[in-house]
């Protein structure tokens, strides 16, 4: 396996992600500005919730991949990466392809959906 691509591949995804983040949070705030411009009217403030729940779901969701991106990456120092942390087999490669941050390998994962 080699495990400087995964770390490259990761360490790319981790700056996207954190770069979309602080997109969002600059979206956030530019709303937080807007929100002196709209009405009182109860469809604006409608939309305005809908906004703000559709932001928050999208920046925890940007958080976690953060996070798991992170934690992958400490798994590669530490010489645990691609080791399933369920079972303790080795993850597929062709998994680790499609999803670099993973930790369990693709049998226990289908054991947790099911």
Do not use: F, W
């Amino acid at each position: 396996m080699n495990l400087q691509r995964y770390k490259t591949r990761l360490e790319q995804e981790l700056l996207l992600r954190k770069q979309e983040l602080e997109r969002y949070d600059q979206t956030i705030q530019q709303m937080v500005y807007d929100e002196k411009r709209y009405s009182d009217h109860l469809a604006d403030m409608a939309l305005r919730d809908q906004e703000r729940t559709l932001h928050a779901a999208h920046t925890e969701r940007l958080m976690t991949q953060i996070q798991e991106i992170e934690e992958a990456l400490r798994r590669i120092a530490q010489g645990t990466y691609g080791i399933c942390e369920q079972c303790g087999n080795p993850i597929e490669e062709e998994r680790l392809d499609l999803l670099p941050a993973t930790r369990l390998c693709a049998r226990c994962a289908q054991d947790l959906v099911t």
